[in-house]
């Protein structure tokens, strides 16, 4: 019963998400711009990864740490905006969701992205620390924090310096143009669409 539940609810939000034209989510600058492209060409084989039990647990974790500070923190959770770009000749929005945002003392915005890991090794991950400079230049905001829950232990880490809009558009140019494809070397080993790809690192 919960199971089922558990499994339906993920499937359900996986085929409810539409991307919108000319938009460039927040996630796709920082993982392989093939990727990006192959997760709406091939969407059976994307939508066979929310059967994922760490897919789940990550959502769960999620879920419970948001509760958690807007009861402690007075904290907005999934907070969504966007900024738009030029890229190639063309506007693009960037769009990203926070996981949460809290207020210091002085009344200055904090973005807060929660990450699970199964390893705490060589944390904070690169892409993770670009994921939250992106969120602080999307919020016009200069801190956050970047919050990891592994089996090992939790950490935190203080990001206070934003992406800047250079560094964005190129790699925005890169999604669009399947440049950089893939962004690390580690991507193909736990991609599901390596079996189709013609960029795959052996």
């Known amino acids: 019963m919960i199971t089922e ?9 996986q085929l ?5 034209e000319n938009t460039i989510y927040v996630t796709d600058l920082v993982k392989c711009p093939r990727k990006v492209k192959y997760e709406s060409e091939y969407k059976e ?13 990550g959502d769960i974790l999620h ?28 506007v693009y929005k960037i769009k990203g969701k926070a996981d949460a945002i809290i207020k210091n003392s002085s009344g200055e915005s904090i973005i807060i992205e929660i990450k699970t890991s199964r390893s705490d090794k060589g944390l904070p991950l690169i892409h993770h620390k670009m994921q939250l400079q992106i969120y602080l230049w999307l919020f016009n905001t200069k801190k956050g ?3 990891y829950i592994t089996p090992d232990r939790i950490a935190e880490y ?17 999604t669009v143009t399947l440049r950089n494809s893939p962004r690390f070397n580690w991507e193909c080993k736990y991609c599901i669409f390596s079996v189709i790809c013609p960029a795959k690192l052996t």
Do not use: C, M, W
């Open 158 to 174: 203080e990001i206070n310096e934003p992406l800047d809009e250079a560094t964005i558009v190129r790699l925005a140019e890169d």
């Open 63 to 90: 879920l419970g740490l948001e509760n958690l500070l807007k009861k402690n923190f007075t904290a907005e959770a999934e907070v969504e905006t966007q900024r738009e770009i030029q890229v190639e000749g063309r």
């Open 145 to 147: 924090i970047l919050i």
């Open 16 to 20: 409810s998400h539409v991307k919108e």
């Open 5 to 13: 539940f558990l499994l339906k609810k993920k499937l359900e939000e």
């Open 45 to 57: 084989l994307a939508i066979s990864q929310v059967y994922a039990p760490s897919a789940i647990l």
